[in-house]
């Protein structure tokens, strides 16, 4: 870094001096995060990857072709999260400042591609660790066996690295190269004899049950190849393109610490920018028909979006028919069908949140705002419905269980995920009563208590997920998540206004 | 039409609103003046419902204003802010849709065709509300509210944003709903709007 970028980064970096103090406190922040939130979760992966049931998959022989899949998959959502929030991104009025200035962008954007890279190194790297470690501990692979795993990962990691901000230069052509890669990733999956042709293969190839010395080489040189070709892709960041995706992020961010992620979530929602000329109001039939019809071509007009969406209820169907099997973990494979079901519902709702936003601003339709809601929910309702029989259905006749059942926590799981869409959408701000507080000898729950009205349609997702998926042996919890997620539409709507 | 008898708003010891007493009658149009902060807009929000005076009633016709009656919804459209838009639907389709709910299906076609060609929106028929600039954006604003039948009108500084060309435009518009006999409430600071329009002027004053 030159003395002009580095005293450019000290005058920013001055605005917000921090005190011994300050440091102190985030430095006890950031150690008791770790020891409460990320220190269980770290040792419960650990101990399911060295469980008997971790292992049969770790140690499976399909192992090394999911892990080219992974890697592939890894490497089509880097290209593709680079065209909305690459890996060089700074506070915008920085990213005006630098990019404007004579200063290279490889001098000015070094930072935050080094911060972006180190993170997605580290993670692979840990997993490739995790992976390698659980297979050494039952003796299926040798520490040089581990160690070569992990530098494959910390490869992986930094080719992941330059895909993200190969995508943020080239946003266009980065959605046909990520498809491809999804293409040829699964084909290298089913077809094993494609692995020694094909970089993702290559991670497939130094599994560590399947060590093949020429693979972690091959990688090495693809790495090398990829961060030489770094400098001349940051030199073609577009100072448009980083100003708004720099602005889009602080914004999402800013939501984000407010604890409004449904904003935050919004400002990187796809935008309509298809079927303009399909008119999506036909007067014919009645006002509902017009409603459906309405919100089926709306969201037709975000199709990746919509794809997602569906694709979600299909998860969350496929999920729920397994939460039905027998020595399943019914509760908790019902929370993860809930929240892919709140997830897949997003997409085909938008008419839900125009209506919420409706219902608490001047009258506009000549309808009431009941109606509004009514009519609206149709669309979202069908397709839910749909989807997610079909898909429980399939997968319960595929996996050998009874379908009647399954069907019965679908329809209940449809039905109850539609209201926790309309509670979300008519949460409105974060009251102020929830900022006030509390002090005990155990510290200040209200952070958590925000925390829970953040999150509260995810937790609510998941207790509907639940009690679906226990809906015959305990028919009592999927009655008493009705009434909390009803009773809690009914509050939100009287105290809209 | 509308009887204002000495509204006041206050918050606390805070004044937002000045009593103020006016009475306008069918196919008038009131402009509400005054200095940033003297309460047009909080006036405006008392007339259209949202807000309860603190001091004084307004009645629309014999009743008394109550924004979820029903028949107050029917007989008054508001413009204070922009209305809500769907990021889904293109400004034919939003238009269309409002004056679908109000109107039979054949008048809600004619209804939306002539409220977007009045306000010069026919070749943004297309566009999503995220491809309009900010003036377009308030001219597809005033097109939701005036895309549907209405005794009373109540805007907000439909000037914002605007070019002067626009502005006439919008008088026009205005001034051909006051002439089919809606009573207008309008506040503004563009002096062509209050000059085109007005039938009846009230300044307010500092509320403090």
Known sequence: MSNRTHAAMAIWRARTIRTAGDRSFLV???????????????RAVWLSAVSPGGLAVLASPAAPNIAALIVAVLWACALLLGRDRGAVIRPPFLTHALATSDRPRTEAFRGPLLRSGGLVTAACTITAGFVGASLAQHALTDLLGVISFMSVGAFVGVIATVLWLAGQVFPRPAISVAVALLAFGALTAAVPGLQAFT?????????????????????????????????????????????????????ATTHATGMDFGAAATIYQGRPHIRRRTRAVRLRGQLAWIFFIRDAIGATRTPGRLIVGVLALIAGGVI?????????????????????????????????????????????????????MLRHAIFPLIVTVIVLLAATVVCSLIIGTSPGAAIAGALSLGLLGLVVRIVNALKGPLPPILLT??????????????????????????LVGTSAALAVGAPLLLLTAAGIVIGSGIFRWRSRR | ????????????????????????????????????????????????????????????????????????????SVMIGLPPMAPDLTVFDHVMLVAATWVDREEAEGLSQSVIAELGLKRLGERFPHELSSGQTQLFGLALVLARPFEVLIVDEPEQRLDPGHIESVIS??????????????????????????DRTIYLETAA
């Open chain 1, 28 to 42: 006890y922040m950031v150690f008791m995060v770790a020891l409460v939130a990320i220190a269980p979760v770290g």
């Open chain 1, 199 to 251: 970089p993702w293969g290559w991670a497939g190839l130094a599994y560590p049950s399947n060590s093949n010395p020429p693979a972690p080489v091959a990688l090495t040189g693809l790495t090398v190849a990829v961060v030489a070709a770094t400098p001349w892709l940051m030199s073609r960041l577009r100072l448009n393109a980083m100003t708004v995706q720099a602005a889009r992020w602080h914004s």
């Open chain 1, 320 to 372: 729920l028919a397994f939460a039905f099997a027998p020595a399943a973990p019914g509760w908790l494979l019902g929370a993860a069908a809930g929240l892919a079901v709140f997830v897949g519902l997003g997409p085909v709702s938008d008419g839900i949140r125009h209506a919420a936003v409706v219902s608490a601003d001047f009258p506009l339709y000549g309808i009431s705002d009941e109606q509004l």
């Open chain 1, 437 to 462: 507080p509390i002090p005990t000898a155990m510290g200040d729950p209200m952070a958590a208590v925000r925390m829970a009205w953040a999150l509260d349609g995810l937790l609510l997702a998941a």
């Open chain 2, 1 to 76: 039409m509308i009887d204002v008898d000495r509204v006041g708003v206050s918050l606390g010891d805070v004044t937002l609103l000045a009593p103020v007493s006016v009475v306008v009658g069918r196919g008038e149009a009131l402009i509400v003046r005054g200095r940033n902060g003297t309460g047009k807009s909080t006036l405006l929000r008392v007339l259209a419902g949202a807000r309860k005076p603190t001091a004084g009633t307004v009645r629309i016709g014999d009743a008394v204003v109550d924004g979820r009656d029903r028949d107050f919804r029917r007989r008054v």
């Open chain 2, 173 to 198: 518009v205005l001034r051909a709903r006051r002439d089919r006999g809606a009573t207008l409430v309008v506040a503004t600071h563009s002096v062509a709007l209050a000059d085109g329009l007005a």
